[in-house]
C-alpha cells in the first residue's frame, strides 16, 4: 500500500487510528497488538508473497535478541558474542541472497570466464531496511543497550508501517519507550491535525515536485543518453537530482506525520542537503539515519578514526563504498559510494589543511561569503556528478551522460524538426528545473519550521476550533493530489528500490 | 458543532484557494458539444467557441483557440466552394496543443495553396470517419480525402467491435447486415453549470477523475466470456465484417463523389523508442495487417507512418508524441506525414483556392 493512495489515506490510516487509540482506552498492550496487525497487513497488501520473510525475520531476530540477553545476564559474555555474529550471519545472509545473489553470480561468472545468467531473485520490499534495523537492535542488545523485551513492542518497532517499507533507519532505544508511553496512546485532535499537515508537505513533494520534474529524467537516462546535447544532459541530471530528494524526503515527511498522529515521532532523514557547504556536512544532511547507522556500526567498528589519518581514511572509503553497495545491486551503486568517499577524503584532507572546514571556519572566525558560495557550489556539483552513478542503469550509461554534459554528445541538425525540443520540452525542464532549485535552496524544510520533537505548544493550539479549521484545509488538498497521483497512475517512491 | 462549523470554513477556505489559483492557470476550458440526433449524428463543437486546452495534471501543452464556423478545431472555416482535400480524424488531426499551421491539415494547406478542409473531433472511430464523409463529401466536395487511423487505440480498429461513446458512430451487427449505429449524445444543463468552476473542470477535464473512478469502480469485476477462444475467434471474425463493411461503403462514396481516398496509418511508435517503461500498450498487428490488406484489395491508397518514423528516429532520435505522458502526435510527426501525404495529394488536386482561417 502506498502512503499516495487513496486506499491508504482514506480506508486504512482512518481505520488504523479509531482502533489505536479506541483500544488504547482499554489497554495499551492491545493497542499495540492491534497496530502490529495493522502494520502487517500493510506489508502483506503490497507483497503478501514476502510476508513469512518479514515475519521469520522478526522472530528469528526477536529470538536471537532474547538469547543475548540471557547470556548476558548469566555473565556469559562470550555466548551472547556468538549469538550476535550467528544473528549478523542470518541478516546479512538473507539480505546478500535477496539483494546481491544475481549480481554475484553473473559477476563471479564473468571472472571465471562463464556467461552465468541471473536466477531472476525479486527483491522484497523494505529488506534492507528492516534487516539494518535488525542488525542494529542485535548489536544494540549485546552492547546492553537494549532493557525492553516486550515480544509485541518489538514486532511493532520492525514493523511500524511509516517507517517499514523505506525508512527511517530506526533504534529500538528510541521507539519502545514511545511505544510504552500512556501519552502517546491518548487521542488528541491537535495531534492528528500537526501529523496531517506534515503528511500534507510530504504528499505535495511527492506528488508535485518529485514526480513533476521526472518526466524530464527518463527521456535522458533511460533513451536518448548515447546522443545527448549538453543542456540535454544537463536539464536530466540536475532533474534527476531534485526528483530523488523531493521522492524521498516527502516520503519522510509522510512518514514523519503519520507516525505523529500515533504520538510516535520518528528521527529526522533530512535536513535541507543541498544547503550543504561541504560533504561532509551532506553527509550531515541526507538521509541521516543511514549515515548515522553507517557511522555507528560500521566506520566506528572498523577503526574509524582512532587508528591514525591513512587508516582513517581507508575506513571512509570502505564504510561509503559499502553506503552505496547497500543501495542496490549495481556497479553503479559501488561507483557512487566510491566518489562520496573520496569527495569525503578529499574534504577532510582539506579541512585538515586549512585546520577547520568552511563551516567551522565561518562559526569561529566569520570565514568570507565568497568561500561559503563556492564551497556550497563545489558540493552541490560534485553531488549531482554522483547522482548520474546512482540514477544510470550501468557504468557505460552514466558515462555517455557524464560525457554529453561535459561537451555534448549530440549536435542539433537541419534535419531536427522540433529543434531544442527534440526529446522533451528543454524549456518547460528548464523551468522545472529552477523552481525546484527555488525551493530546495531557498525555503525553510518542516523540520526548520517546527524543529523535530514534540510539539506541545503547537498540538495545544490546534487542538481548539482553530485545529479544525487547518483540519478541514489540509484534507482538501491532500484529496486534490491524491487524484492528481491517482489519475496520473501511482508511482512508487524511489527508495522502495533500495 | 464549533469544531463542525470550522471544519467545514477550512474546507471552504482550501476550496476557495484552489478556485482562485485554477482561474488564474489555463486549466482546460472543456468544450460544449452540439446535442447529436439522427438527421446530425456525429460530433462537433459550437462553432466560434473559445477554449483553453491544457492536458494532464500540470496543464501541459497549454494553449488557447476558436472553434471554427462548423465547430471544429484546427480547421479552416467552411465557404461554400469545393475544397481539394478534406481530412477526416480524431483527437490527432484536431490536435488541441498545436497552432493549425504546424498540423497535418495547415501544413498541407499552406503547402497545396488551397482548400483544405477538416472534420476531426476527439474519440471519432472508423464508423465516425464514414459517417462524416457520408455529411461532408456532398458538402465540400473534396478531390482527395485523407483519414486517420489509429492502430492502437480503442477508439480505432483494436475496438472496431466496440459499443460507441456517446455523440459517436460504432458497427453494429442486425441480423445478416452490418448497419452504422449512433449514441446519442444530450448535453445536460447540470454539467454546464458545474464547468463553470475552474476547479471541477481541472478536475473533470484535467485529470479525467470520473474516467478514472469508472475504471476503478470496474476493477475486479469478473471477466466474462471475453477471453474465451471461442469468443475471441468470434470477435476476429466480427472485426473482419466491420472492416469489409466500412470499406465497402466508403468505396461507393468514392465512386459517388469521384473521391481519391488516402487512409494515414500511425505508426506503433513505442516500438521505436528504446525505453522498456514505454511499451506498455502493444500494438495489435494481426488488425493493422487486416485493415491494410482489405484497404488494399479495395483499391484505396495507404500511407504507413511506420517506416517514415523509423528512418527519422534511426537519423534524428526526436520522439512524435508527447510520451510518456500523452501519447498524440506532436509537431515532428505532423510534419513528417504533411511531407509524406503532399507527393501523393499534389497530382490528384488542381487548381487553388485561397482560404481563410
Known sequence: MLFN??????????????????????????S????????????????LAYLPLLLGSIAVNYGLGCWIKHFKDSGFEAGSKYALILGLFLNLGALVFFKYFDFLLVNVGTLLGQAWLPVGIVLPIGISFFTFTQIAYLVDCQAGK????????????????????????????????????????????????LGLLIFTVGLFKKVVLADGVAVFVGPVF?????????????????????????????????????????????????????????????????????????????????GGNRSGRTRRYLNLFITMLLGGLWHGANW?????????????????????????????RERSQGSSALMVVSGACLTFLSVVLAWVFFRASSVAVAMDVLKAMSQGTYVLQPGNLAGLNRIMNLESGILWVLACACIAFLMPNVDDLLVRGKHLGIERRLQTTVGATWFGFASVIILLLLAITETRGVSEFLYFNF | MRFTVKLAWGVMLALGILEACFRVLPVNSGLRMVSTSAAEPYSRYLPRQPFVYSHGWALMNARQGVTNNLGFINAADFIQTPSQVLVIGDSFIESFMHNYAETVQGLLASALGMGVETVATSGNSLADSLQLLKTFAPLMRPSAVVIFV???????????????????????????????????????????????????????????????????????????????????????AQKQRFMRY?????????????????????ADRNALYPSVKNKTQALNLQD????????????????????IFERHWSAHREQFDYLPADGHWNTVAHKLAADALLPRLKPIVNGGMAISQ
Not at chain 2, 246 to 266: C, P, R, S, V, W
Not at chain 2, 293 to 300: E, L, N, T
Request: charged share 15%; glycine share 6%; aromatic share 18%.
Open chain 1, 222 to 302: 533511460d533513451v536518448h543518453h548515447a546522443s545527448l546535447t549538453m543542456a540535454e544532459a544537463w536539464v536530466g541530471a540536475l532533474a534527476y537530482t531534485f526528483q530523488l530528494y523531493f521522492d524521498f524526503s516527502g516520503y519522510c515527511d509522510m512518514a514523519y506525520g503519520l507516525s505523529y498522529m500515533f504520538g510516535v515521532v520518528l528521527p529526522v532523514n533530512f535536513n535541507s542537503p543541498y544547503k550543504a557547504r561541504s560533504i561532509i556536512d551532506f553527509w550531515r544532511r541526507w538521509h541521516i539515519t543511514l549515515s548515522s547507522f553507517l557511522k555507528d556500526y560500521l566506520y566506528v567498528p572498523l
Open chain 2, 150 to 236: 489509429k492502430t492502437s487505440d480503442p477508439s480505432d480498429l483494436s475496438e472496431i467491435t466496440a459499443a460507441p461513446l456517446q455523440g459517436h458512430n460504432g458497427f453494429a451487427q442486425e441480423g445478416q447486415n452490418v448497419v452504422l449505429h449512433h449514441a446519442l449524445y444530450q448535453e445536460s444543463s447540470l454539467k454546464q453549470w458545474v464547468m463553470k468552476s475552474a476547479l471541477i473542470r481541472y478536475v473533470y477535464y484535467n485529470l479525467k477523475f470520473p474516467e478514472w473512478l469508472a475504471r476503478a469502480l470496474q476493477f475486479g469485476k469478473p471477466m466474462g466470456r471475453e477471453n474465451d477462444t471461442s469468443t475471441v475467434i468470434d470477435r476476429a
Open chain 2, 246 to 266: 466500412y470499406l465497402a461503403e466508403l468505396n461507393m462514396l468514392k465512386q459517388a463523389y469521384g473521391l481519391h481516398i488516402t487512409f494515414l496509418l500511425d
Open chain 1, 5 to 30: 493512495s487513496f486506499v491508504f489515506f482514506l480506508v486504512f490510516l482512518p481505520l488504523s487510528l479509531v482502533g489505536y487509540f479506541v483500544l488504547s482506552k482499554y489497554s495499551i498492550k492491545a
Open chain 2, 288 to 307: 493493422q495487417a487486416d485493415f491494410s490488406r482489405f484497404a488494399v484489395d479495395s483499391g484505396f491508397e495507404l500511407l504507413d507512418m511506420q517506416p
Open chain 1, 32 to 47: 499495540i497488538i492491534f497496530l502490529l496487525a495493522a502494520s502487517v497487513y500493510f506489508y502483506g497488501y503490497w507483497s
Open chain 1, 332 to 360: 553503479t551503486f559501488i561507483v557512487w559510494g566510491a566518489l562520496h568517499g573520496v569527495y569525503l577524503i578529499i574534504n577532510h584532507a582539506f579541512r585538515r589543511l586549512f585546520r577547520g572546514d568552511v563551516v567551522g
Open chain 1, 146 to 193: 537494549v532493557s525492553e523485551y516486550r515480544a509485541e513492542n518489538y514486532g511493532l518497532f520492525v514493523t511500524y508501517f511509516p517507517h517499514l517499507i523505506a525508512g527511517p533507519i530506526i533504534h529500538h532505544k528510541d521507539m519502545m519507550p514511545q511505544f510504552a508511553d500512556p501519552a502517546a496512546h491518548v487521542f488528541s485532535k491537535g495531534r492528528i491535525t
